[in-house]
């Protein structure tokens, strides 16, 4: 497939766990809400194409999850009884569903801030790069430097630190970017490069921010390295093992992360 002759778009789902299982997402949210609508776990299963089965169970793992039914039997009465959603029940959909927009509207500005990303699928494969932005930084516009195509933008973090980012002048106008304007950066931790405090180098990527290790958790290939930084924030880096045995990473010492302006995704609020 060629990339460049196919429209990508971000997409994502919201699920919840409970200490790692999985209580629920938009399939079990929607069993419930039908069932408070119909009354019958019957209905509400063949409404939302489940089976008999599947719904009982899907409803008694929720309710075990919970910590408390989130669904009630009913018995006896004319009808023969049936099925209904507690208060925790109802409460549970009714704030799924603001968290579920909440998160549509945060992926719909993801998307139209992913400019190029057709064209960058196939280098993002090649370099088997983690795609989900682990580091997100709320702040402010401090600076705005326009361009024929693409402008600069300073996001002034918590602590005073500064991120900047490049992005095209068409996506500064939709976003309302502006000097004081409040928006988010987010970065991938792969796309972080520590750097040992005690080097001196003169460096082109624009963005290095500084602070002591609070946590280092080795994996089988990979290293996720988390840097504290002024204000309370975190950086966190995803490095090679070999890296953060050769560096001698400890807890409590000082790193800078690095990273190019062209790393960082800005977004606003909806």
Request: charged letters at 20%.
């Amino acid at each position: 497939m060629n990339a460049k002759n196919k429209e990508i778009t971000l997409q994502g789902s919201v699920w919840m766990t409970v200490d790692g299982e999985n209580l629920g997402g938009q399939s079990r949210i929607a069993l419930l809400a039908q069932l408070a609508e119909s009354g019958s776990i019957t209905q509400a299963a063949k409404a939302v194409k489940m089976s008999y089965k599947a719904a009982w169970d899907a409803i008694d793992t929720m309710n075990n999850l919970a910590g408390e039914p989130l669904v009630e039997r009913l018995t006896g009465g004319k009808g023969g009884g049936g099925t209904r959603l507690t208060k925790r029940g109802e409460q549970l959909v009714n704030n799924f569903r603001i968290i579920e927009q909440e998160h549509r509207d945060f992926i719909a500005q993801l998307d139209r801030q992913a400019v190029g990303i057709a064209d960058d699928f196939l280098l993002i494969r090649k370099m088997n790069m983690k795609t989900s932005a682990r580091n997100q930084f709320l702040g402010k516009v401090s600076q705005v430097k326009p361009g024929a195509i693409n402008d600069e933008i300073e996001l002034e973090i918590a602590g005073g630190q500064k991120i900047v980012a490049i992005i095209t002048h068409e996506s500064t106008q939709e976003l309302g970017l502006q000097i004081g304007a409040e928006a988010f950066a987010l970065i991938k931790a792969s796309s972080i490069i520590l750097m040992e405090e005690d080097r001196k180098a003169r460096l082109s990527a624009r963005n290095q921010l500084t602070g002591n290790i609070s946590r280092i958790l080795p994996g089988a290939v990979n290293t996720e390295v988390v840097v504290e930084l002024a204000g309370g924030a975190t950086l966190a880096a995803i490095i090679t093992n070999e890296s953060a045995t050769s560096m001698g990473l400890v807890v409590g010492g000082t790193v800078t992360g690095l990273f190019k302006a062209s790393s960082v995704i800005l977004g606003v609020a909806g």
